[in-house]
């Protein structure tokens, strides 16, 4: 006896649970065979099926070759599992099983539920790229009509809803029905009955009603428990993906914080202008070593990250394009509070990130409807996480095209007032040029976009750089209450506070943006090795420039606070990696550049890099 799996990988297993070797277009003509009534075509059916992009002679020609194949492949069994004649194959059932067959069986209607939902959720010949027009429409007919079937089992299961575990099953099926089509209402509204919202027993809506939802606030800045329906629904939905939780410890929390997360998965299926993906596929993603590779294929454009800690589940909502936290909170997760508040934490973190992202989708559908300046400015953003002076040129390039494709697109500017400033950074010249070009470009982008912490956060920078620390203070501060979740205007507004003779502020600010970036750019280190450093806490200057992955640009300061501890060793060591990098700098033409608002900072500085031996 043979096996056909079809969900998943396509592949055929002996009984003992070896794979068969077979050519992938047999497999593909065993799978349509074994979905047919009759599970017999004739041998010019399958040819177009399996060759239609090719000359009908040829495509004839190359069944026959596949058909010998498949011969001398199962020559040695003592029954075949097809029936060649003239001018027909036949799949022999006799001889072949599939997980097809989970679709016929019997059974309560929870288990058959349970089956379908299991199986599909595996996805219907997930590894093959389909050949041929007829083999995708083929393919994507298949998975249309099994995802009517497990539409129809979680119907047919519905009286059994009391029944213990009953809810989970169907709840589960729900999500991944609602995964596919998040215009079902129908669905919809059952999943919210089952999460406690009414009763199962109140009619269900006929699913024509395709109305989204948009969570709106008040004019107290309050969000309305009720939604306003706003039609006609949006072609593409947005995707959202709610990752389970990680913890660094065994936690016995764990399982309560991930059925939490199930929770808000459930409340926030209420909103018809959002797709959540299940959260069966949130698990392989959490799972994947590649998950920005992976969710960039699934084509999500939000991820809400979870970690669970000591101090309790910390969750953060990030736009995937921009790579954007655009919202974050703690919430508690005692052992003795958990159980009770389970419900209360989950309302309150789905109505949170049901906020957010209704006021994030404004500018997701300006960015969308700009395809073009949109990609260039994504490869602009993504050239300029590497502070070298090749990168930072060909981001400029990029943000540049982006506005040669829509003259007014606000954040291109800003990238651009960043190219300068960092230009300006990793050359150390102190040429001014690039500062006032910096400062017209964030200025453009203020004019054009001026609720965008982005724009204020780049003026705010060159403000620093061209010595007006006060305005570049005031600047940040605007950038951070526009966005207050916004770690790289976090750490910007720390970064001006250190230049500000604030090292203390400085440093706590930097340490919120890093909790809020957990992975945090060498940036972010670099900031808080010049806060230690000011503090005089030379030990966690180093230990900040020695977790950071490029440490070209913090030499220097690890140079400075090596020989403040008297370590002539590595500060000699950090000298000569700063020198090699940049073989012109002087301290003295440096000092009278870098903006400090109070003396003593300077010197302080002056003293650790003449130490240093530069």
């Avoid at 029944?163 to 609602?178: D, E, N, V």
């Avoid at 699913?207 to 306003?228: L, N």
């Avoid at 991930?258 to 799972?287: F, K, M």
């Avoid at 809400?304 to 995937?320: H, K, N, P, W």
């Amino acid at each position: 006896m043979l096996h056909l799996q079809t969900f998943g990988d396509l592949r055929l297993i002996e009984t003992n649970g070896d794979p068969v070797r077979y050519p992938i277009k047999g497999l593909l003509m065993m799978a349509h065979l074994y979905a047919g009534a009759s599970h017999e075509l004739s041998r010019y059916e399958l040819a177009q099926f399996l060759w239609n992009d090719v000359e009908a002679d040829l495509a004839r020609l190359n069944l026959r070759k596949l058909l010998s194949r498949i011969r001398e492949t199962d020559g040695g069994r003592a029954e075949m599992p097809f029936d060649f004649t003239a001018t027909t194959v036949r799949l022999n059932t006799q001889v072949v099983s599939s997980d097809l067959d989970i679709f016929r069986a019997g059974g309560s209607p929870l288990e058959r539920l349970n089956a379908i939902a299991e199986l599909t959720q595996r996805g219907f010949i997930g590894n093959i790229k389909p050949a041929t027009k007829l083999i995708d429409a083929w393919i994507r007919a298949q998975r249309d009509a099994q995802a009517l079937q497990l539409r129809q089992a979680l119907l047919d299961a519905l009286p059994d809803a009391q029944k213990p575990g009953a809810a989970r099953t169907i709840s589960s099926a729900a999500l991944q029905i609602l995964e596919r089509d998040p215009k079902d209402e129908q669905v919809r509204a059952l999943l919210h009955r089952l999460s406690g919202g009414s009763s199962l027993n109140e009619s269900l809506p006929n699913g024509d009603d395709h109305a989204r939802v948009q969570v709106k606030r008040s004019e107290t800045g309050e969000t309305p428990a009720d939604i306003e329906r706003i039609s006609p629904m949006p072609l593409i939905l947005p995707r959202l993906v709610l990752l389970p939780p990680t913890s660094k410890h065994a936690d016995a929390g764990l399982a309560l914080a991930n059925a939490l997360i199930e929770d808000v998965t459930i409340e926030l299926c209420a909103l018809r202008n959002i797709s959540i993906v299940a959260p069966h596929t949130a698990g392989q993603i959490r799972r994947d070593s590649e998950k920005a590779a992976v969710v960039a294929r699934h084509s999500i454009a939000y991820l809400l990250d979870t970690r669970l800690s000591e101090e309790g589940l910390f969750a953060q909502l990030v736009y995937f394009p921009t790579d954007e936290i655009i919202w974050a909170n703690r919430f508690a997760m005692t052992p003795d509070i958990l159980p009770r508040q389970r419900r209360l934490i989950a309302q309150q973190l789905t109505m949170s990130v049901a906020r957010e992202l209704a006021e994030n989708e404004e500018e997701r559908l300006r960015f969308e409807a700009n395809p073009e300046a949109y990609h260039a400015y994504l490869v602009g953003s993504s050239l300029m996480s590497k502070l070298t002076l090749p990168h930072i040129r060909r981001a400029r390039k990029a943000f540049k095209q982006s506005l040669s494709h829509k003259a007014d697109f606000s954040p291109s500017f800003t990238g651009l007032a960043r190219t300068f400033t960092s230009e300006w950074l990793v050359t150390a010249q102190g040429n001014n040029e690039l500062l006032h070009l910096a400062e017209q470009n964030a200025l453009r982008a203020i004019e054009r976009d001026p609720a965008s912490a982005a724009g204020h956060r780049e003026l705010g920078v060159t403000k620093l750089y061209l010595g007006d620390v006060d305005a570049s203070v005031a600047a940040l501060h605007l950038a951070e209450e526009l966005s207050p979740h916004f770690a790289d205007v976090i750490y910007s507004h720390a970064d001006t506070l250190v230049h500000a003779s604030r090292p203390g502020d400085a440093l706590a600010k930097i340490k919120k943006a890093i909790l809020l970036n957990p992975i945090a750019p060498d940036a972010y280190l670099w900031c808080a090795a010049g806060a230690s450093f000011f503090l005089e806490q030379y030990e966690e200057a180093i230990a900040y420039v020695e977790a950071m992955k490029d440490k070209a640009p913090a030499h220097r300061i690890a140079a400075a606070s090596c020989a403040m501890i008297g370590d002539r060793k590595r500060a000699l060591f950090h000298r000569q990696r700063a020198e090699s990098i940049n073989p012109v700098f002087d301290v003295e033409k440096w000092l009278a550049i870098v903006p400090f608002k109070e003396h003593w900072q300077k010197e302080l500085y002056r003293e650790g890099l003449l130490k240093a031996g530069f």
